[in-house]
């Protein structure tokens, strides 16, 4: 039985018009939500991602370190997001690590980081 949602991330998701059936989904007790709807906040938002600041990249080995910056408003935020094959089954390394930062930083610039994860941190 999935646990409630926290009233916080009820609030974000209500604001952004994003319906908790269809964006979350309750992962052993923790809240993940999908990638595509973490976009959509952020479109909503009105949030600005900045280019990737690539830290380190091993196309060989599917080592990949990405640092993004974000601003909404007065705020800033910045994440890193990695694909390594110790934490990424997908083939494409740039694209996840990618995916991880933006999804964080616009996680922590609408108030929803440690409230639920993005489904590209379970891959």
């Not at 999935?2 to 809240?31: N, S, Y």
Request: charged share 25%.
């Amino acid at each position: 039985m999935a646990k409630r949602i926290d009233p916080i991330v009820q609030e974000v998701l209500d604001r952004f018009g994003i319906d908790p059936r269809r964006a979350l989904w309750d992962c052993h007790g923790t809240w993940i939500i999908y990638h595509k709807y973490v976009e959509m906040i952020a479109a909503k938002a009105g949030a600005v991602l900045d280019s990737p600041h690539i830290v380190h990249a091993d196309p060989a080995e599917k080592l990949v370190v990405i640092c993004i910056t974000g601003q909404l408003g007065d705020r800033t935020e910045w994440s890193f997001g990695e694909a390594a094959p110790y934490n990424n089954k997908n083939a494409y390394p740039f694209a996840m690590a990618e995916k991880r930062a933006k999804d964080r930083v616009i996680l922590k610039l609408v108030g929803l980081a440690g409230h639920v994860y993005t489904d590209q941190d379970v891959y």
